[in-house]
Structures are given as structure tokens and as C-alpha cells.
């Protein structure tokens, strides 16, 4: 038994020895290797984090936006409708107003030609009721004579 006792407190040295070789040489890398990349894990998981914390943030801001641009576009649209509605409404008082001068003015004329044509009858009427008074009389009327029966006739006719 002799030999067994030495071989086994070597064997127990030379594992003991191997033991601290590899806790100094691996373990001690491993775990500050496992430490680095679990904090590299842990910082990329929190910037992913925020980057959706961010994201989220633009997508509000854009959502936002897009509402309140609907709204401007919603207004400017009633405002340019309110425009030309107006504008509708201006041109409609411009045409009745021309329309109703090209009416005045047609009766101005109208108007006007038949107090033309109302005094070329009398002027008419005048002549043949001379003509007619002078042949049946024979005599010559006078021009007070003649307007005097003009005003009776046209007194009688209206």
C-alpha cells in the first residue's frame, strides 16, 4: 500500500496543480469573457430599448402631424369653398346689376323711341289733320289753330 499512498497524494498534487492552472488560465478569462458579453447583451438590449422607446416617440410625432395636416387641409378646403361661394354669390349681385342697367337702359330707349315716334305721329297727324281741315274749309288753318286741335284729338284718343 505503500505505493498507492504516494501515487495518490501525487496524482492529488498534480490534479490540484491542474485545478489552479485552469481557474488561473481559463476560468478567471471565461467568466470575465461571460461578465463582458452578458453587460454587451444587457447594453444593446437597453439601446434597443430606447431606440423603440424612440421610434414609438416619431411614430406619435407623425401621426400628429399627419392628423393635424388633415385638419389644415379640412380647413383650407371649407375656407377656399367659403371662397367661392363668394365669389359665386359676388358674380350673381355683378350679372344682376348689369343686367338690370341693360333693362334700365333697354327701357330708357324704349322709352325714348316711343316719345320719338309719339311726336313723328303728331307731327303725322298734324300735316293730314291741316291738310284735311284746309280742304274742308278751304282756307288755311293757323299753327295755334292746329295745335289746338292736335291736343283735343290726342285729349279723345289717350
Same mark, same amino acid.
Given at each position: 500500500?505503500?505505493?498507492f499512498?504516494?501515487?495518490?497524494?501525487e496524482?492529488?498534487?498534480?490534479?490540484?496543480?491542474?485545478?489552479?492552472?485552469?481557474?488561473?488560465?481559463?476560468?478567471?478569462?471565461?467568466?470575465?469573457?461571460?461578465?463582458?458579453?452578458? !453587460?454587451?447583451?444587457? @447594453? $444593446?438590449?437597453?439601446? *434597443?430599448?430606447?431606440a423603440?422607446? =424612440?421610434?414609438? %416617440?416619431l411614430?406619435?410625432?407623425?401621426?400628429?402631424?399627419?392628423e393635424?395636416?388633415h385638419?389644415?387641409?379640412?380647413?383650407?378646403?371649407?375656407?377656399?369653398?367659403?371662397?367661392?361661394?363668394?365669389?359665386?354669390?359676388k358674380?350673381?349681385a355683378?350679372?344682376r346689376?348689369?343686367?338690370e342697367?341693360?333693362?334700365?337702359a333697354a327701357? !330708357?330707349?324704349?322709352? @325714348? $323711341?316711343?316719345?320719338? *315716334?309719339?311726336?313723328?305721329?303728331? =307731327?303725322d297727324? %298734324?300735316?293730314l289733320?291741316?291738310?284735311?281741315?284746309?280742304?274742308?274749309?278751304?282756307?288755311?288753318v293757323s299753327?295755334?289753330?292746329?295745335?289746338?286741335?292736335?291736343?283735343?284729338?290726342?285729349?279723345?284718343v289717350?
Amino acid at each position: 500500500m505503500e505505493t498507492f499512498l504516494p501515487n495518490l497524494i501525487e496524482h492529488l498534487l498534480n490534479f490540484l496543480i491542474l485545478f489552479i492552472i485552469v481557474y488561473i488560465l481559463l476560468y478567471k478569462p471565461v467568466v470575465k469573457f461571460m461578465s463582458d458579453r452578458a !453587460a454587451r447583451v444587457a @447594453a $444593446e438590449q437597453d439601446e *434597443a430599448q430606447h431606440a423603440l422607446e =424612440d421610434a414609438q %416617440a416619431l411614430r406619435t410625432q407623425y401621426e400628429e402631424k399627419l392628423e393635424n395636416s388633415h385638419k389644415e387641409a379640412a380647413l383650407i378646403f371649407a375656407q377656399s369653398e367659403d371662397h367661392a361661394k363668394s365669389e359665386r354669390d359676388k358674380l350673381i349681385a355683378e350679372g344682376r346689376q348689369r343686367s338690370e342697367q341693360i333693362v334700365l337702359a333697354a327701357r !330708357a330707349q324704349i322709352d @325714348a $323711341e316711343r316719345a320719338n *315716334a309719339l311726336e313723328q305721329m303728331r =307731327d303725322d297727324f %298734324a300735316s293730314l289733320a291741316v291738310q284735311i281741315a284746309s280742304k274742308v274749309l278751304e282756307r288755311e288753318v293757323s299753327v295755334q289753330d292746329n295745335a289746338a286741335v292736335i291736343d283735343e284729338f290726342f285729349e279723345k284718343v289717350g
